[in-house]
RNA sequence: GCCGCAAUAGCUCAGCUGGUAGAGCAACGCAUUCGUAAUGCGUGGGUCGGGAGUUCGAUUCUCUCUUGCGGCACCA
């Protein structure tokens, strides 16, 4: 006689055991049609769950977002249904929920196409019509592996293998198709009516590069129709603000085939990058760093001494010399740090000593992954290394938090996430130490006041980490700043500074990056703000235009005010329309189009239009000088436009 | 590095089954002197990513290298 409370708080009887389907048809037949799935307690079940005792019990449907991921791994099966009918010897792998869709991993003699790719589709909508109901069966652990077996899905028996003997594996059937799975599943095929396969590709059994490659199909799929096409349509405007395609319309920089990972600035992504730079000079010099510069080339036995070699030998750039010694092009700037650290004696009294430097690496990383500005082989970091004793850990800890937040508060960037990444199998030092530089950071995470979850095994090799991850405008992750406690390098590259009790002690070093890499956070900001960067930021702040000839003057003496006041700006004095300019420069995403008629020059104004279109009317020339000059030292914090608009309704 | 796909004018792209290439925009020239997202007319521009092979003949077919793209793996 089992006691149903529903998520209203009401309670229903039963006179026994009862499905989960039967529930939901007691509460009413919209709902047992739009039923996916129940939640009995905490756990999510099938429609066909029997629910024998008293339980609290809600109806999952498309409007849940558990519903839609059920919806989501029903899709995978049936992808792997409509794979296994058209081509019966492709064997079942894994089929896991992703974010906004799925993907099935196939073993197969062969690459997939495309063209099979429309065939499967076709075969899953066929299969889906077919409305076939989707049941659920329950095998012991050893026998579920004789069945894979005997059905030759090899890599299915050897995911049941590493469940522990003795329990139970269920298995999920639509028509005569059947697959492994801990589900639950939607009733039936016919609630999967929103889906598209996206793309092929390769990838690893198990994820281990080590293993067989195998045949990875990827899709998409949602609750109805209309938000698969606005999925889609999401995934164009994504696409219309990657960095790689604005940084050629506003001809910020290019890559090409001679260096492949590396960049080539042009005048106005270098604008850019150098308003990043002395963003971040000004910083720094106001938080106690000291900057300076380092050899990008120096001698092999360094980045052994480091560590570096045995660790990332491979993916260093090395290079010999006619007098036949090997150099190797720094990946970092740690070693050299230590090496003006060790010049003469250092003292107690000069700690914590912050070393900043803006330095060039060279990584050789693996060919497939490099992608636009977001991963190259050569790259700036601003990165810093402070030395400190054990007791200054927390107190330069909190600071670089601090400095990191308000920087990227600074950009935009409110939304932070900060993961705690432990020791990795690999590394250098003893247990004892990692056990040392872990809880420093830790402490110092906690006195910092911030939440961070935990990413196991993935500190650096020389000690643990903070990383840093902003969101951006369309909700994606980037990595950025990093601080690593780090008790071992300064040891390995016999770093020492007198103490007060004037013996000789190790200092401990902490690395730290805001920016991370100043390539890779160009094309954040580019993304973020797809190419409408803020005005102080903008290789180009003004346009300053005539409307003919008449006014070619003025705008010259205009644009040499601005630039007098150190803004970016250019004029643009060519025989066209002046609609035909605006449109230029705003495509350009030019923040400020400054137009310059007959009437202006007469009443020494401009007329004022922003980028997003608004016309704020006729300026007066030194309002405008100043009302620039202010954005841009504010860092938009005072915006010309809202000033403007404040001061006409005033 | 691995799997797949691609590379044609400065850019975006077309070019069916092999017969040495075309559009739009841009550039250049001329006219126009114009009030807020494209003025008109004209002109020039290509070793069809590199190398090799098949063929009477290769942008097109095959092999190979390079680079890029989508994933996987990697990321000090």
């Known amino acids: ?156 028996a050897q995911i049941i293998g590493s469940i522990p003997a003795g329990e139970s594996i269920s298995l999920y059937g639509q028509g005569d198709w059947e697959d492994l799975c801990r589900g639950p599943h939607v009733p039936s095929t016919s609630k999967l009516r929103a889906f598209k396969l996206t793309k092929v590709a390769g990838a690893y059994w198990r994820g281990d590069s080590r293993n067989e490659m195998l045949q990875r199909i990827y899709g998409t799929a949602w609750a109805s129709e209309k938000q698969l096409k606005d999925y889609l349509t999401r995934l164009d405007e994504a696409e219309k603000r990657d960095h790689r395609r604005i940084g050629k319309e506003l001809d910020l920089f290019h890559l090409q085939e001679e260096a492949p990972g590396a960049v080539f600035w042009h005048p106005k992504g270098w604008a850019l990058f150098q308003s990043l730079i002395s963003y971040m000079r000004e910083r720094q010099a106001a938080a106690g760093y000291l900057e300076i510069n380092t050899p990008e080339i120096m001698d092999r036995e360094l980045w052994v001494q480091s560590g570096h070699i045995e660790k990332f030998g491979e993916n260093m750039f090395m290079t010999r010399t006619p007098d036949e010694r090997t150099f190797a092009i720094k990946p970092m700037n740690c070693p050299g740090h230590v090496q003006v650290f060790k010049q003469g004696l250092r003292s107690y009294r000069e700690l914590p000593l912050r070393l900043a430097e803006f330095g060039k690496v060279h990584r050789y990383e693996p060919s497939g992954a490099l992608h636009g500005l977001m991963r190259v082989r050569a790259f700036t970091q601003d990165d810093a290394h402070i030395f400190c004793t054990t007791d200054q850990i927390t107190a330069e800890s909190v600071k670089v938090t601090e400095l990191i937040l308000s920087i990227y508060r600074d950009f935009g960037f409110e939304d932070v996430r900060i993961k705690f990444s432990d020791r990795p199998a690999q590394r250098v030092g003893s247990d004892e130490i990692w056990d040392k530089s872990e809880a420093a950071l830790r402490t110092a995470a906690a006195a910092a006041g911030i939440e961070t979850t935990l990413n196991p095994g993935d500190g650096a090799f020389y000690g643990p980490k903070l990383e840093f991850v902003l969101r951006d405008a369309i909700g994606r992750d980037w990595q950025c700043g990093t601080l690593q406690v780090d008790l071992n390098l300064p040891a390995r590259l016999g770093a020492t500074f007198i103490g007060e009790d004037s013996h000789k002690h190790t200092p401990v070093m902490l690395h730290r990056a805001m920016f991370g890499s100043l390539e890779r956070f160009t094309g954040i900001l580019i993304e973020h703000h797809a190419g409408k960067l803020p005005t102080w930021l903008s290789p180009v702040q003004a346009v300053v235009m005539g409307i003919t000839e008449r006014q070619e003057k003025y705008c010259l003496e205009v644009a040499e005010n601005l630039k007098n006041q150190g803004l970016r700006v250019e004029t643009d004095l060519r025989n066209e329309k002046v609609g035909f300019k605006i449109r230029e420069h705003t495509i350009k995403r030019v923040p400020y189009l400054l137009v310059a008629g007959d009437r202006e020059v007469e009443g020494r104004t401009l007329a004022v239009r922003t980028r997003s279109g608004k016309d704020l009317g006729a300026i007066e020339l030194d309002a405008l000088v100043s009302g620039l000059a202010d954005e841009v030292a504010s860092r938009g914090r005072h915006v010309l436009e809202d000033r403007v608009s404040q001061r006409r309704s005033a």
């Open 1 to 156: 006689m089992p006691e149903i409370t529903l998520p209203d708080g009401s309670r229903r009887q039963f006179d026994g055991a009862v499905t989960v389907a039967q529930i939901a048809a007691s509460i009413g037949a919209g709902l047992a049609k739009a039923a996916l799935a129940g939640r009995v307690g905490a756990a999510l079940v099938d429609m066909s769950y029997l629910v024998e005792h008293d339980a609290a019990v809600s109806i999952v449907t498309d409007k849940d977002p558990e519903g839609l991921e059920i919806i989501r791994h029903s899709t995978a099966h049936l992808l792997a249904n409509a794979v296994q009918e058209l081509f019966p010897d492709a064997q079942v792998t894994i089929g896991p929920v992703i974010e906004d869709g799925f993907y099935y991993d196939f073993a197969y003699k062969r690459p997939f196409s495309s063209n099979d790719l429309a065939a499967i589709e076709q075969r899953m909508a066929e299969i889906a019509a077919k409305d076939l109901p989707i049941l659920r069966r329950v095998l012991p652990r050893d026998e579920a592996i004789r069945h894979f077996e005997r059905i030759g899905e090899h890599y299915k």
